[in-house]
């Protein structure tokens, strides 16, 4: 069980621009910048961009001085944002699956196990917003 790559690629590139903007490189960074420096090939960069700013969380200038920056500041932003843009509120865990059995027990065990992973996952969002953008590019 894994979230996908680009979960991961969206947080580094996310800290990536926030990291340029606090170190007053530029207010927009450009993307064949971002992809070639993160070593993203640029479909998966395009990607990540157009998901992150669906989500509200960077946003792009076209043009010689474009690119892309974030759309709000950097403590305003948790990796839990970053997660949630890219994992488009599609759980970590499956549970879906439905056993052949039936019966009081595998109900009951199946329930068990369901409450068990949405806890899990529960815990893992709250860890996650308590870590900022900013957090990370000090």
């Not at 690629?9 to 621009?17: N, P, S």
């Not at 490189?25 to 971002?34: A, H, K, N």
């Not at 960069?45 to 500041?73: D, H, K, M, N, Q």
Request: hydrophobic content about 40%; proline content about 5%.
């Amino acid at each position: 069980m894994t979230y996908p790559l680009g979960v991961w690629q969206a947080m580094l590139t996310c800290v990536y621009v926030a990291d340029k903007a606090r170190l007053g490189d530029s207010e927009f960074v450009s993307t064949s910048r971002l992809a070639a420096d993160l070593g993203l090939p640029a479909p998966s960069a395009a990607a990540l961009i157009r998901r992150l700013t669906a989500a509200g969380l960077i946003e792009t200038r076209e043009g010689a001085r474009g690119g892309v920056r974030l759309a709000r500041e950097p403590q305003q932003i948790t990796l839990d944002d970053v997660v949630n843009a890219m994992q488009q509120a599609r759980p970590l865990f499956t549970t879906d699956h439905q056993l052949q059995v039936s019966g009081p027990t595998p109900a009951r065990r199946q329930k068990q196990l369901r409450k068990a992973l949405q806890n899990a996952e529960n815990s893992l969002h709250e860890s996650l917003r308590e870590v900022t953008l900013a957090d990370l590019a000090k």
